[in-house]
């Protein structure tokens, strides 16, 4: 491989790689509920709030990310928000205040917003077009390996030496990382001698551009809704349930999520691939989603055994990366100028419902709550859970109608 393009790889392996550790961080309160409800003298709507703080900012700071990799280039945002996220992560470990608790993941949200947009910008800009949907879900797949790491082992390394010491090696990390970026990372902008480039009015009329094409509304919306389940089931209340259906600990409940996670990081290539190879986007997700439908369905409902759930939820993770193929429909319905702004709104559309969902399952949780405590905490029943989570398939089945009025692009730039 010539030195030049090996360069190029390892430059968006660091920006894919503060991806996939920025999801361990994310899916963290997951397997930390119990401990954070015993820490916090936290209920499970606070949790839930502690979990969601951190999707409030992220989702917020998309459109401004996005707007700002396409003007300034990838690099020196990417160094500042790892910067951020080495900051949070102290804190966190560090805080015995709920408040301040808040405030740290508000901040781990702001720094993590630049890691999937700032890499997939940095891919439009060193590789070609035939690289895109590949190398996106590949950077999409290593989040998903984050979100495995993030639950099973994850639970199982807090065991052993505390959560604030792990914590706190997360924040050591980033520092490196940040090191890494500086040296290996190009700089370089999508326009850099074009003076209309930073006009005002030009960035505002890329905006309503993109905001007026329903199609962009009908992208992000099934993307918003396709990865809702995952967002709030899997990186939050899928291992507290599983461990009290199954009588099993929440490091084991932990492992079966977390392969739902392995399942997403193997099929965002995979899918990729596919949806490129037959060029096609609409039947690749209309597919996926009746997957989704009946695997998530049936792990929830089916009183399935740890071994068969697992299977499932790798399966339904393995679907659930139809998310990529939605983020190469965003790339090609809008101008290529403006790539960056269309893949944070679209990055914004797919964590917006499940960051909702996540503290509304909590107060639900708690309004049925019969006041039993185990372990100074809240104990919720199974049925509770399956009462609540209801809404799982009734959000895929919107998912699934709403891909019989996108376009197919047939992986075309229609710009």
């Known amino acids: 491989m010539h030195k030049n393009t090996l360069n190029l790889y390892i430059a968006w392996f660091l920006g894919a790689l503060f991806f996939l550790v920025d999801y361990v961080i994310r899916v963290s309160p997951s397997v930390l509920t ?4 015993r820490t916090f003298h ?5 949790i839930g709030l502690f979990s969601g703080y951190f999707y409030y900012i992220y989702i917020g700071m998309q459109i401004p990310v996005g707007i700002l990799v396409d003007r300034f280039g990838p690099k020196r945002l990417l160094m500042i928000s790892v910067l951020i996220c080495a900051f949070s992560t102290f804190i966190f470990a560090t805080t015995h205040s709920i408040a301040v608790g808040y405030f740290s993941r508000m901040l781990m949200g702001f720094g ?6 700032g890499t997939l910008k940095l891919i439009s800009l060193q590789f070609g077009p035939e690289r895109f949907a590949l190398l996106a879900g590949t950077t999409q797949a290593m989040g998903m390996l984050g ?3 993030g639950q099973g082992p994850m639970a199982l390394l807090y065991h052993k030496v505390g959560w604030r010491v792990a914590i706190s090696g997360f924040s050591l990390f980033f520092l490196l990382l940040f090191f890494c970026i500086f040296i290996f990372v190009k700089q370089n902008k999508t326009l850099p001698h074009d003076p209309e480039y930073t006009n005002t009015k030009t960035l505002s009329s890329a905006l309503k551009a993109i905001l007026t ?9 099934f993307i918003g809704l396709l990865y809702a389940p995952s967002a709030c089931f899997g990186e939050q209340w899928g291992a507290s349930f599983l461990s009290v259906n199954q009588s099993i600990s929440i490091a084991s409940a932990g492992h079966e999520t977390g392969i739902m996670f392995i399942g997403l990081a193997i099929g965002c290539p995979v899918l990729g691939w596919i949806s490129d190879y037959f060029k096609t986007r609409v039947y690749v997700m209309k597919i ?3 997957f989704c439908l009946a695997l998530l369905t049936t792990v929830i409902y089916g009183n399935l055994s740890p071994l068969w759930a697992t299977l499932c939820l790798f399966g339904y993770g393995f679907f659930n990366a139809a998310i990529v193929v939605s983020y190469s429909m965003a790339s090609e319905i809008n101008a290529r100028r403006f790539t960056g702004i269309a893949l944070g709104i679209a990055n914004m559309a797919s964590v917006l419902i499940g960051a909702l969902m996540i503290p509304i399952v909590g107060f639900i949780l708690d309004l049925f709550w019969n006041g039993k405590i185990i372990d100074g905490i809240h104990f919720f029943s199974p049925h509770i859970y399956k009462m609540t989570f209801i809404a799982f398939p009734i959000i895929l089945i919107a998912a699934f109608i709403i891909t019989f009025f996108q376009k197919d692009t047939r992986c075309q730039y229609i710009h």
């Not at 119990?34 to 409800?37: F, I, K, Q, S």
């Not at 993590?112 to 947009?117: D, K, L, T």
């Not at 329903?214 to 919306?221: D, P």
């Open 34 to 37: 119990p401990e954070l409800m």
């Open 42 to 46: 936290a209920n499970a709507f606070s």
């Open 112 to 117: 993590a917003a630049f890691a999937f947009v």
């Open 147 to 149: 979100a495995m790491i």
């Open 213 to 221: 094409n329903s199609q962009n509304w009908l992208n992000c919306l």
């Open 288 to 290: 996926s989603t009746i």
